[in-house]
């Protein structure tokens, strides 16, 4: 039988043209805008290096950036970290632990939305988190977390985290499985305490699960929105906005398309470099498991 | 029976002193584990408990009482039935699931589809086109928001489901799980087959498809997620109220009802409802789902 060369095609096109018309396209339009000022109301002009020449102007570009950075220093870590001591908790052998798996998982499936909601609550100015603080003495009186600009952003990373820990427990969960016990045992009997059993046996052993969280959750962090828009609308004093609610505003409020693109750039530039690395790291994956 | 039992009674004097010290351990042990477990647990589910509990309070209790009160004085379900009339639930709850099964049936055969001549046929630009769809990728969908609002504005998309779906009907995630899928499976499957006199789609479809049933599980539940908890793109997109999914209904319940607690708590929760209820049934599927999908890539 001769299989027809039109055949692979056929099979590709569908996606293809989804990908195409959703992603390349809107790609390639997407860096035309950001060199003309348009508007929806008025045809696009181009209009050269403007658009970012404006955008390096602005302070509040810049006051964005930095804190979608800071929100990158400090989300990243946390989500790398906290999620291990998660993994090896639920990865204990007694009754009932898939509750307990399942249980950490339920803010991965629920929405932001209602996520941002229950947080709200939970920030309240005589919320309960203050209550609990005061309680133990750590605060004097109620803390005004979300509507303070030296707190807002902090409040809302802490979302983000609680609500990503249960997803990256899971990706370390499998790469604990993978670990045989007889390391651990090993290890009992030489005497060492749990401690050194984590930095030296987990740890080194859990690195590819590491690696992977680490590059998802900066690319996540990177792109974090919701939460902002549920819980701050990016304010107090815009001290909670990162880029891409400035991207949002500038195109869907002020319907500045072509500024809002330029910035769009900027955006998928530092995306670029994290996702480069991805990209590596994956098909070295896809390489070894060929063979 | 009874002379087994009797050799070992004649040894548990012995024993049984240095055994209790261990049992004490033990339970301390365990209890320190189930400690932590809950304490965590707590921490987990706690904020949506808090609200739970806040939208079971009568009207005349006051929810902001300080300190606190877990426990609501008298347990109402009148919240719930009042929210439910400034709240079109079941437009939402019907919207959401449209979109979300569309969107996962349509991933399910594009990636699949595409994912066959990738892993197991020949042919010119091949590479090409594998690298063209894994750079998707990289670009965030936050820059292309804005070129497929004015795409989908031209294709008079806005306010369709078809505006909701399309933009998420194929990923290079999918392709590349699909990809891997098959590439695990013996090649001499398909030269039987073909001897048989299938075709290439029949191939697909009758042979391959069957045996990566645990990749397309796993890809289904991946997009449902996503689908179902989109909130950027339909917030863009949508602005008829009655096209509105989960997310973006509680969201303007929140915006509305800025004042009564008691609603947005209520709201909140019949709208997770659906979700933790189909968690809780296929939990199993979505922790291994998760699982493999960090393993693959």
């Known amino acids: 039988m001769k299989s027809n060369p039109l055949t692979p095609f056929l099979f590709l096109i569908p996606g293809v043209i989804i990908l195409g018309a959703f992603i390349f396209y809107p790609m390639l339009n997407a860096i035309w805008l950001s060199f003309t000022d348009y508007n929806i109301v008025a045809d696009a002009e181009f209009i050269g290096l403007e658009n970012y020449k404006e955008l390096f102007a602005d302070a509040l570009f810049w006051k964005v950036l930095g804190q979608t950075l800071l929100y990158l220093i400090i989300v990243v870590p946390a989500l790398v970290i906290l999620p291990i001591f998660l993994a090896i908790l639920v990865n204990q052998q007694v009754k009932g632990i898939g509750f307990f798996r399942s249980a950490y998982y339920v803010p991965v499936v629920t929405s932001m939305v209602v996520v941002g909601i229950a947080w709200k609550w939970v920030y309240a100015d005589r919320g309960i988190l203050n209550y609990i603080l005061e309680s133990f003495g750590l605060i004097d009186e109620p803390i005004n977390w979300l509507t303070s600009t030296s707190t807002s952003i902090f409040a809302v990373m802490v979302v983000t985290i609680w609500k990503g820990l249960g997803y990256y427990m899971v990706i370390y969960l499998a790469g604990l499985q993978s670990i045989p016990d007889d390391l651990y045992e090993a290890a009992d009997i030489d005497g060492a305490t749990k401690w050194k059993q984590i930095w030296h046996i987990t740890v080194p052993l859990l690195m590819p699960s590491i690696m992977i969280v680490t590059i998802m959750s900066s690319i996540s962090a990177m792109k974090v929105f919701e939460e902002i828009y549920v819980m701050t609308g990016g304010g107090p004093l815009n001290s909670s906005k990162t880029l891409v609610f400035y991207i949002y505003e500038e195109a869907f409020d002020k319907l500045q398309m072509g500024y809002a693109s330029a910035a769009g750039v900027v955006l998928f530039v530092i995306t670029l470099i994290f996702s480069v690395i991805n990209i590596k790291f994956m098909s070295k994956k896809e390489s070894d498991i060929k063979g | 029976m009874s002379s087994p039992s009797l050799g070992t009674s004649k040894e548990n004097p012995t024993v049984l002193p240095s055994k209790r010290p261990i049992n004490v351990k033990k339970i301390a042990k365990r209890a320190l584990q189930y400690g932590t477990l809950l304490f965590v647990t707590l921490i987990m589910v706690g904020p949506f408990l808090w609200l739970l509990a806040t939208s079971l309070k009568s009207g005349s209790e006051n929810i902001f009482a300080y300190p606190p009160q877990f426990i609501p ?224 890539g």
């Open chain 2, 73 to 296: 004085e008298k347990i109402t379900f009148g919240n719930y039935v009042e929210v439910m009339e400034f709240f079109p639930f079941w437009r939402y709850l019907f919207n959401s699931v449209v979109v979300s099964v569309v969107t996962v049936l349509l991933n399910i055969v594009f990636c699949s589809l595409a994912a066959y001549p990738l892993a197991r046929m020949n042919f010119r630009g091949k590479n090409i086109v594998f690298v063209l769809i894994l750079s998707t990728m990289m670009v965030p969908f936050q820059l292309l928001m804005i070129p497929i609002y004015l795409l989908a504005l031209d294709l008079g998309l806005q306010n369709t489901y078809a505006g909701l779906i399309l933009p998420h009907a194929t990923t290079a995630f999918g392709i590349f799980l699909m990809r891997q899928a098959f590439l695990t499976i013996p090649y001499e499957l398909d030269e039987s087959a073909r001897m048989d006199g299938a075709n290439a789609f029949q191939i697909w479809w009758r042979v391959l498809m069957p045996l990566v049933k645990p990749s397309l599980v796993t890809l289904a539940i991946f997009t449902f997620m996503m689908a179902w908890g989109d909130f950027l793109w339909p917030l863009i997109i949508l602005n008829d109220t009655s096209m509105y999914t989960l997310p973006l209904g509680v969201n303007t319940l929140a915006g509305s009802f800025s004042a009564n607690w008691r609603y947005i708590a209520a709201g909140s929760i019949i709208s997770i409802l659906p979700i933790i209820i189909i968690f809780a049934i296929l939990q199993r599927h979505f922790i291994a789902g998760a699982m493999k999908g960090a393993v693959k």
